[in-house]
Structures are given as structure tokens and as C-alpha cells.
């Protein structure tokens, strides 16, 4: 199947590694000019220029996805050096480091947590959506999560609450945007191998793969292909979307009866 993905101009937030990497490199292998945006510049230098190892065209931008002149800056740039701007998927996240119960969270994780998800996803919707209406040709790929689809563990209300805001915006962003030949999807991945629940005990683990149908986590280039999808002339009708990328269970129960 042809994504009719050739030449297109792609934004990754969060891009440098884990998730976003890989989303990066599978746009890449599709043919689009992959533009990585990450607040460790060091980290998307150097997945560019492995991109460009690939063969691919890739270039990296430091900057932080919550903050509104970072986001600016970037977009005004990659439409002037690209001329165009398709694609955007917004995949910028933190981990829960250290986990809080709501009744004692601190109001700086609150807004940190949901201004890296949040925030950020409507500042690079609003940037682009211009461009990609110019074009006649938009992708807006949101992540969310199961944290949501499914309820987060104790402890991470703020994660949780972030990525359900996600799931709503897209939905609305779906409707605003549809005529204009621009979709608006989220997904919503299980457990992903990457950095970010890299500090889960053996426990844990043992818990995610044993009561997931499919029998482990999920692997990011798993999620990679779901989002190419979504990128594509393909999935031009699918808009307003929450795909779930999580083995078929949304819920999960730790060995003390807890959830998340
Ligand atoms: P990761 O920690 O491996 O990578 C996240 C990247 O985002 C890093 O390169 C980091 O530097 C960058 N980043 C963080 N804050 C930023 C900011 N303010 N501006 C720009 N870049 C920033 O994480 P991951 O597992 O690849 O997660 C990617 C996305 O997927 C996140 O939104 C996360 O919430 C979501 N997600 C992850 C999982 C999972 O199990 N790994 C599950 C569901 C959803």
C-alpha cells in the first residue's frame, strides 16, 4: 500500500528517542522530511544526523514543546526552509517522577505535567494548522494514553488527566479542522518499551505482561506504524480518532489491588 507519504514535511515533538524516534524514522522510511523537535538538543542532533546515517532527511531543533516562542520560532523556520509543513505529531512527554496521590501533589507537577502534554499539543496545533491548510493537506497525531483510556494507577492523576485532555481536544480539533483536508487523531499506546518506564520494578513488569491478552508491553515501532497510518492519504476519513495501541487491555491491576 502506498502512504502517499513521499516529500512531505513532518514534525515530531519529543522526537530525539523512544516513541518519537521511531515515529521519526518509520515517516522517514515513507519518504517525508522528518523535522525533530525535542528540548534535549544534544539527544536530536544526534537522532537527525542517524537518520541521515539511514539515508534519510532529517533535521533537528532544540526547543521546548510547552513554551509559545519555542514553538513559533520552529514553525516559522521549517515553513521556510521547506516550504510546507503536513504533518505533525505531538509526542513530547515526561514521566510520573516521583508519583503523587492527589491529596498531596504539588501544584508545580500539577501544571509541569500538564503543560508538557497539553500545553504543547494545542501551541504546535495552532501553529501549523495555517500551513497544512494552505497545503490542502494535514496530519495532526496526538498521543494519549492508556493512563486515560483505561484510568492511571494511583499516583499519577495529573498524567492521567493530561492525556484525557488530549483525547477531548482532538476530538473537537477533529471538527474544526475536517474540511479543511486536515484530520486530527490521538492514540492511546499501553505500556512502551522506552526510557520512560524504564524505572518499573520486575513486579511491575511481571504484572503488564502477564494481564495483557497479547502477553507483553508494547514496542514503540509498534506505535511508529499506527501513527504512519494516521499520517497517510489512506486514513484521509479517519478523523476525530482515540486509537488504542495497547494489546486489547486498558486496565490494569497491581498485585496491591491498585490500578494504573
Ligand atoms: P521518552 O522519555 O522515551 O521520550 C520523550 C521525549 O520527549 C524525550 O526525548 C524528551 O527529551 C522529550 N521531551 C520531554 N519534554 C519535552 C518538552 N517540554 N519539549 C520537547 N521535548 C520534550 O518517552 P516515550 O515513552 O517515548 O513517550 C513519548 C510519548 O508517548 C509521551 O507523550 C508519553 O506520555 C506517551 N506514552 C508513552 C507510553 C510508554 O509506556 N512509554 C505509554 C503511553 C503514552
Redesign the pocket.
Known sequence: MDLGLEGRVAIV????????LCEARCLGHEGCEIVI????GK?ADAAAQALRRGGQRATAFQ????DEQDTRRVVAAVSHRFGRIDILVN?????VNPAWRVADMPLDDWDRMVG??MR?TFLWSRSVIPHMHANGYGRIVN?????FTGGGRPGVAH?AAA?AGIAGFTRTLAKEVGAMAITSNAI??????????AAFTPQMRSVLTRQNPVGRT?R?EEVAAAVAFLCSVQAAFINGALLCIDGGRRDFFWDDGSNG
Do not use: F, Q, W
Not at 515533538?13 to 518519537?20: E, Y
Not at 526547543?63 to 510547552?66: C, G, I, K, L, R
Open positions: 515533538t519529543g522526537g530525539a528517542r523512544g516513541i518519537g523537535v525535542d528540548v534535549d539527544a526547543a521546548n514543546a510547552s509526542n513530547a512527554g515526561i514521566g508538557v502534554h504543547s498521543t494519549s494514553s492508556m493512563n498524567y492525556k492511546a499506546p499501553g505500556y512502551v518499551e522506552t526510557d520512560l518506564i508494547c514503540p
